[in-house]
């Protein structure tokens, strides 16, 4: 069954930490396969290395003079120049303008170019600057090495290997992982979405037990909170042939929000008892003071023990306030503000709130505007009321205003905290309780800090047909926009319709029919192609045209691009092409051009080149060091789009 290889190897890419798990194949026996955890050798403070289960996705960019050689001496290389784990988060909490962290975060960012060198976004000029896609390369050497280091005679490389992305990435930022992961050696790796593996995880540690915990018609709920995201999705629990059947039926969108809000909440909670005091912190000592607080937290939700931890923050000098300081976080603050501030009571038909933006802005993440976990879940299941619709014995109340979850997956460090996870179940049972419906219940023992890593070494193994697979397939469908032609009205531009190029759940390894409509493009130039997704609406085939949708059925994500080199025919020409979409069977979406007349196929490339935003410069590109896409200089956005329109049919 194995070949050469002998491992399934997961690796949960996380926002904030790292973990690497392993399925032995040869000991393997369909749901009782043994995980085990990857004891990941890293620097813990300057010259001292320890293996921990988990490394911190932090990268730091020490001062020449910070640290001596001989401190950054790892087992497994020569002297690391950037610092990658534990020791980097905590050098970073006292000099954070030499910290990158968020760098997954970054990844689906549609506004920057990920290959582009500008993180940390605030250090000062002297400070060197490093990619998101690099700070990713970075902990995709370190786990590989360390893995190496433990498996001389096994290496990675060799080994059956899955790769976590959470459920609403989009397909650039896949793309990019997975290019990551090829860039370093890993190219056999297939990507597999983050709650999919925590599911999977549950079923393998039951040990064969998960058929008496669920039953057909139930929908399961999975609530992945991490560090820099919350992911939802939900997986129902179908019959086939007299077996059960489980079906990842939606998806929540990307959000932006997770234990790094909180660790910012309680920073601010801080700061303000230390300005009552009469002591003024700038924005640097705010930023070493959330991780100060994040320690703090982990302390009090994993130590029930603890009444108060203390938080330190460090001075920069007696001009500012003139020593360091410190302060406590109680219990009793750490959880009110968690509970009341991200997990409220609203009501089912809640919205997140959106605030109109600035005309002027920094560069930054695009962070959830609500910080309340609950509300962005009421408007996920009231939006996918009808996902399980096609599925027999998933049923609803009549008048049920949202889908009925019966059991709930949560994943994530921040349910470490009990009143966290208890307040999440009281929520959503008060929901289910006004539409009349039976409450949901737990689903227990769950790993939450280990679960994606072993779920993705459990999935590898299933893939070899070892035990129950979820069914799953695109996220989303999508859809490219298509300008209709029209006299040019002053003021009015020519309406959009939508072409589905990708529907729903579209499997992987299968290719959509190619859709009955034909584009004009100019070889031997670069066309713009706009790029949308919708996560409900989940019955549009490929080739469905929409002349009308709502925000919030579709979302624009960015914007894919393709030049066709002349050959065969003559630069300038124009060549009516159709649209071919692929999910391969690593997990990524391929959109290919397909020459109407002869056949012949182009790649067209996701665009991951940001665009600065007003009163932003884009980041400079040093002399010798390539650009990530070539632009067309004097040619504004408008003319290149242009060079793409649909033929009459």
């Given at each position: 069954?194995?070949?050469?290889?002998?491992?399934?190897?997961?690796?949960?890419?996380?926002?904030?930490?790292?973990?690497?798990?392993?399925?032995?194949?040869?000991?393997?026996?369909?749901?009782?396969?043994?995980?085990?955890?990857?004891?990941?050798?890293?620097?813990?403070?300057?010259?001292?290395?320890?293996?921990?289960?988990?490394?911190?996705?932090?990268?730091?960019?020490?001062?020449?003079?910070?640290?001596?050689?001989?401190?950054?001496?790892?087992?497994?290389?020569?002297?690391?120049?950037?610092?990658?784990?534990?020791?980097?988060?905590?050098?970073?909490?006292?000099?954070?303008?030499?910290?990158?962290?968020?760098?997954?975060?970054?990844l689906c960012h549609a506004g920057v170019n990920p290959k582009q060198l500008f993180l940390p976004i605030e250090a000062p000029q002297e400070v060197p600057r490093v990619s998101p896609y690099q700070a990713s390369l970075e902990y995709l050497k370190h786990l590989r090495d360390a893995w190496n280091y433990r498996h001389p005679e096994e290496p990675l490389e060799r080994q059956h290997l899955v790769i976590t992305v959470p459920a609403s990435f989009d397909p650039a930022a896949r793309e990019l992982t997975f290019e990551a992961a090829k860039e370093v050696g890993?190219?056999?790796?297939?990507?597999?979405?983050?709650?999919?593996?925590?599911?999977?995880?549950?079923?393998?540690?039951?040990?064969?037990?998960?058929?008496?915990?669920?039953?057909?018609?139930?929908?399961?709920?999975?609530?992945?909170?991490?560090?820099?995201?919350?992911?939802?999705?939900?997986?129902?629990?179908?019959?086939?042939?007299?077996?059960?059947?489980?079906?990842?039926?939606?998806?929540?969108?990307?959000?932006?929000?997770?234990?790094?809000?909180?660790?910012?909440?309680?920073?601010?909670?801080?700061?303000?008892?230390?300005?009552?005091?009469?002591?003024?912190?700038?924005?640097?000592?705010?930023?070493?003071?959330?991780?100060?607080?994040?320690?703090?937290?982990?302390?009090?939700?994993?130590?029930?023990?603890?009444?108060?931890?203390?938080?330190?923050?460090?001075?920069?000098?007696?001009?500012?306030?003139?020593?360091?300081?410190?302060?406590?976080?109680?219990?009793?603050?750490?959880?009110?503000?968690?509970?009341?501030?991200?997990?409220?009571?609203?009501?089912?038909?809640?919205?997140?709130?959106?605030?109109?933006?600035?005309?002027?802005?920094?560069?930054?993440?695009?962070?959830?505007?609500?910080?309340?976990?609950?509300?962005?879940?009421?408007?996920?299941?009231?939006?996918?009321?009808?996902?399980?619709?096609?599925?027999?014995?998933?049923?609803?109340?009549?008048?049920?205003?949202?889908?009925?979850?019966?059991?709930?997956?949560?994943?994530?460090?921040?349910?470490?905290?009990?009143?966290?996870?208890?307040?999440?179940?009281?929520?959503?049972?008060?929901?289910?309780?006004?539409?009349?419906?039976?409450?949901?219940?737990?689903?227990?023992?769950?790993?939450?800090?280990?679960?994606?890593?072993?779920?993705?070494?459990?999935?590898?193994?299933?893939?070899?047909?070892?035990?129950?697979?979820?069914?799953?397939?695109?996220?989303?469908?999508?859809?490219?926009?298509?300008?209709?032609?029209?006299?040019?009205?002053?003021?009015?531009?020519?309406?959009?319709?939508?072409?589905?190029?990708?529907?729903?759940?579209?499997?992987?390894?299968?290719?959509?029919?190619?859709?009955?409509?034909?584009?004009?493009?100019?070889?031997?130039?670069?066309?713009?192609?706009?790029?949308?997704?919708?996560?409900?609406?989940?019955?549009?085939?490929?080739?469905?045209?929409?002349?009308?949708?709502?925000?919030?059925?579709?979302?624009?994500?960015?914007?894919?691009?393709?030049?066709?080199?002349?050959?065969?025919?003559?630069?300038?020409?124009?060549?009516?092409?159709?649209?071919?979409?692929?999910?391969?069977?690593?997990?990524?979406?391929?959109?290919?051009?397909?020459?109407?007349?002869?056949?012949?196929?182009?790649?067209?490339?996701?665009?991951?080149?940001?665009?600065?935003?007003?009163?932003?410069?884009?980041?400079?590109?040093?002399?010798?060091?390539?650009?990530?896409?070539?632009?067309?200089?004097?040619?504004?956005?408008?003319?290149?789009?242009?060079?793409?329109?649909?033929?009459?049919?």
């Open positions: 069954m194995n070949g050469e290889k002998r491992y399934c190897v997961g690796i949960d890419l996380g926002t904030t930490h790292s973990v690497v798990a392993q399925a032995d194949i040869q000991q393997g026996e369909r749901e009782k396969v043994p995980i085990a955890v990857l004891g990941i050798p890293q620097l813990i403070a300057p010259g001292t290395v320890e293996e921990r289960w988990q490394l911190p996705s932090f990268l730091y960019l020490p001062h020449p003079e910070e640290l001596k050689e001989e401190d950054r001496v790892l087992p497994f290389g020569d002297k690391t120049e950037h610092i990658v784990g534990t020791l980097a988060r905590e050098l970073g909490s006292k000099t954070p303008i030499r910290l990158v962290s968020s760098a997954k975060s970054w890993l190219g056999q790796a297939i990507l597999l979405e983050e709650p999919q593996a925590a599911l999977y995880s549950w079923i393998q540690q039951s040990e064969g037990n998960w058929r008496e915990q669920v039953k057909v018609g139930d929908v399961i709920l999975v609530v992945d909170v991490g560090g820099g995201t919350t992911d939802f999705s939900l997986i129902a629990v179908s019959e086939e042939e007299g077996n059960l059947q489980f079906n990842r039926v939606a998806v929540g969108d990307h959000i932006l929000l997770g234990g790094d809000n909180m660790d910012l909440a309680l920073a601010y909670l801080v700061k303000t008892k230390l300005e009552q005091e009469g002591k003024r912190l700038d924005s640097w000592q705010v930023q070493a003071l959330t991780h100060s607080c994040r320690s703090a937290k982990e302390q009090l939700l994993s130590d029930l023990n603890l009444d108060r931890a203390p938080v330190i923050v460090p001075s920069r000098g007696s001009k500012l306030i003139g020593g360091t300081l410190r302060a406590d976080l109680t219990r009793a603050e750490v959880t009110a503000t968690l509970i009341e501030g991200f997990f409220p009571h609203v009501a089912i038909d809640a919205k997140p709130l959106s605030r109109p933006r600035t005309g002027l802005t920094t560069l930054g993440l695009p962070y959830a505007q609500d910080a309340r976990i609950t509300v962005h879940l009421a408007y996920f299941l009231s939006r996918q009321i009808g996902a399980a619709s096609d599925l027999k014995g998933v049923t609803l109340t009549e008048g049920a205003r949202f889908l009925h979850p019966t059991a709930i997956l949560l994943n994530g460090g921040v349910f470490k905290g009990q009143p966290l996870s208890a307040r999440l179940l009281e929520v959503i049972n008060r929901w289910l309780a006004e539409d009349n419906a039976p409450p949901a219940r737990l689903l227990e023992g769950a790993d939450l800090d280990l679960a994606v890593a072993k779920g993705a070494a459990y999935y590898g193994y299933v893939r070899l047909g070892g035990g129950v697979r979820i069914r799953a397939g695109t996220a989303a469908a999508y859809y490219v926009g298509v300008e209709s032609t029209m006299p040019a009205v002053p003021g009015f531009p020519p309406p959009i319709r939508l072409l589905c190029v990708a529907p729903f759940g579209m499997e992987e390894g299968t290719e959509a029919p190619l859709p009955p409509y034909e584009f004009g493009v100019i070889v031997g130039e670069p066309v713009q192609f706009r790029f949308f997704a919708s996560t409900v609406r989940r019955d549009d085939p490929a080739g469905a045209l929409l002349d009308q949708w709502s925000e919030e059925e579709v979302q624009e994500l960015a914007e894919i691009e393709v030049t066709l080199p002349p050959e065969r025919y003559q630069p300038g020409e124009v060549v009516p092409v159709q649209l071919a979409a692929i999910y391969t069977e690593v997990g990524t979406l391929r959109l290919e051009a397909v020459a109407k007349d002869s056949g012949e196929r182009w790649k067209i490339e996701f665009e991951v080149r940001g665009r600065p935003s007003q009163g932003q410069t884009e980041p400079t590109i040093e002399e010798g060091q390539p650009q990530a896409a070539e632009e067309t200089i004097g040619e504004s956005e408008q003319e290149r789009r242009a060079s793409f329109w649909p033929f009459k049919k």
